[in-house]
């Protein structure tokens, strides 16, 4: 009933600011008073020529009473036609379609969503399930380290004449090992302990790292008002924060990352040069005098844009996301290779602007902003650890001053069948 | 003449138990804690026992056996497979790359010796 609720009190309310009687916009549009009245109390469906000429009447295009209802409703029928591959045509034919076969329409409406929803439920359970690197790598651990110390325990038990230096060593050996298995097998419990605690089993140390910032909002007053060295061990020592030790490790590289950032540009200032001259990246980078990776962190912290940040290292491999709706971002897959963040990894200096979107999720648009941190070389003919820096800002809505390139998530489950930079089959066909 | 044994491990106490138990036991044992030159080590050596981790920096245990079975002259060399990881799909995957046994940690120590003298029995005096 929502399509049918929204329409109606727009026309009431579009009638009302105009000062028209019921009656006499009933009488403009050849219809009785009390059709119109059962139509703005949302008794009524509407569509086709009486809509268009209610909006005539009210001097309003037809969209803007149907706007949040109807649009929605043609926006899944449109996400609906892209998934089946119709014509351009066709697609265009989604309203006269839902004009004529209201029930229908609802009804393919749910379904499209229901395949959405399904299809990210497909997605993070595809990534949970391939990759646990964690649980992986601890099992080979604790079970590397339970075979040294079987190895060298029988040894030390079973050769009665082993000579001195041999028992040191092998003492020397068992001591370390048995500390090693003890460490390894605590943080295999802890991390299968948060797992059967979680309402999502399995959680990584990447994911307790991304539940703790997005339960802070991604903000940390501590930090962002100059505090100091100290600020990061006092919030990571703070009451409530529970994480396992391979989690507070990637957590203080983050929020060392926000402390200096902080220092370098106050979220103040930052707001003060966007009021003067525009969200613009680089031209805030020039003007603040920056670097524009920070620039794009910043703005990524920044809660009034809503943005989304992804960071990778010179491998690609993703070491922090703040998501946004509508652009999915593997946590342990290897991501979609079209990204303007790995365009920039391979053009470091430069700073790439594309709008992306990202196929099967809504049709929602970002303008994606990526370049290349490079930090200071500390030796001589030593590579240098880079970062690709990528900041997503949802687009303004209606706006097609820009081409849009369609991107994916990661090829296992991205419906886009002759993309050149596939890895491997998608599951979604 | 002594048994030569090559050990490919990178975890340096396993390394260095399974030295002292197979030198005990009469084989020099040579060892290697990466896989990126063992291929090149082992064809040099041409040892009379290859024993090979599977996950190794470098290069892994598969890895470094598509290297050797192609070399006709190491073509009888029994090489002994460890492993942290013991699901059929490793095994299945190291008899495939041409192990002739393989071997999930943790072991006991007689397991060991047993398997390296079955393994090289009739081929080492």
């Known amino acids: 009933m929502a399509r049918e609720s929204l329409t109606g009190s727009r026309i009431r309310e579009r009638r009302v600011m105009q000062g028209l009687k019921q009656a006499d916009l009933a009488r403009t549009i050849g219809i009785s008073a009390s059709y119109l009245n059962l139509i703005e109390h949302n008794r009524r469906r509407i569509g086709g020529k009486l809509l268009l000429g209610i909006a005539a009447a009210l001097e309003v295009e037809p969209q803007a009473l149907t706007e949040g209802a109807e649009a929605a409703l043609l926006g899944v029928l449109g996400e609906a036609a892209l998934a089946a591959n119709l014509s351009q045509d066709d697609a265009r034919r989604a309203e006269a379609f839902a004009g004529r076969f209201p029930g229908w329409a609802e009804a393919l409406a749910a379904s499209q969503r229901r395949v959405a929803a399904l299809e990210r439920t497909v997605e993070s359970l595809s990534d949970r399930m391939s990759h646990d690197p964690y649980l992986a790598d601890s099992m080979h651990e604790l079970l590397t380290t339970a075979a040294a110390v079987r190895s060298t325990a029988e040894i030390l038990a079973g050769d009665e004449g082993l000579e001195r230096e041999w028992q040191d060593r092998f003492h020397a050996n068992l001591d370390a090992d048995s500390r090693r298995l003890a460490q390894s097998a605590q943080s295999l419990v802890g991390y299968l302990e948060q797992s059967k605690g979680a309402a999502a089993a399995g959680r990584s140390p990447q994911e307790e790292v991304e539940a703790y910032l997005a339960a802070q909002d991604f903000y940390f007053p501590q930090l962002e008002q100059g505090g100091g060295d100290a600020s990061v061990d006092a919030l990571l020592g703070a009451q409530g924060v529970a994480l396992s030790d391979a989690a507070v490790f990637i957590l203080r590289g983050v929020l060392e990352q926000v402390r200096e950032d902080a220092a370098a540009l106050s979220l103040g200032a930052l707001q003060a ?20 990776a920070l620039m794009l962190r910043r703005l990524a912290a920044l809660p009034s844009l809503g943005g989304g940040l992804v960071v990778c290292d010179r491998s690609g491999t993703v070491i922090f996301r703040k998501t946004v709706d509508g652009f999915s971002v593997p946590r342990f897959d290897s991501c979609c290779p079209l990204w303007p963040l790995f365009a920039a990894l391979a053009a470091p200096g430069s700073v790439l602007r594309e709008r992306v979107g990202q196929l099967g999720r809504g049709q929602m648009q970002f303008d994606a902003f990526a370049t290349t941190e490079l930090a200071t070389a500390y030796e001589y003919n030593t590579p240098v650890p880079a970062r690709g820096v990528m900041l997503l800002l949802p687009a303004p809505t209606g706006d097609a001053s820009m081409p849009v390139r369609a991107v994916g998530a990661t090829c296992r489950i991205c419906p886009h069948e002759r993309c050149h930079a596939r890895r491997e089959p998608s599951i979604m066909r | 003449m002594t048994k030569h044994v090559v050990l490919v491990e990178d975890e340096t106490n396993i390394a260095e138990a399974i030295r002292f138990l197979l030198s005990r036991d009469g084989w020099r044992v040579e060892t290697l804690a990466n896989g990126g030159s063992a291929a ?18 470098g290069k892994t245990g598969f890895e470094i056996m598509a290297e050797l079975r192609s070399d006709d002259t190491l073509a009888e060399m029994p090489v002994l497979m460890l492993t942290a990881r013991g699901q059929a799909r490793d095994r299945e995957m190291a008899l495939q790359a041409g192990v002739s046994r393989f071997m999930t940690k943790p072991f006991s120590n007689e397991e060991m010796l047993s398997t390296v003298r079955e393994l090289t029995a009739g081929r080492v005096s």
């Open chain 2, 40 to 57: 090149e080590v082992i064809r040099a050596a041409k040892p009379d026992l290859l024993i090979l981790d599977v996950m190794l920096p």
């Open chain 1, 273 to 292: 040069a966007i009021d003067e001259i525009g969200v613009k990246p680089v031209t805030l980078a020039r003007r603040l005098a920056v670097p524009v």
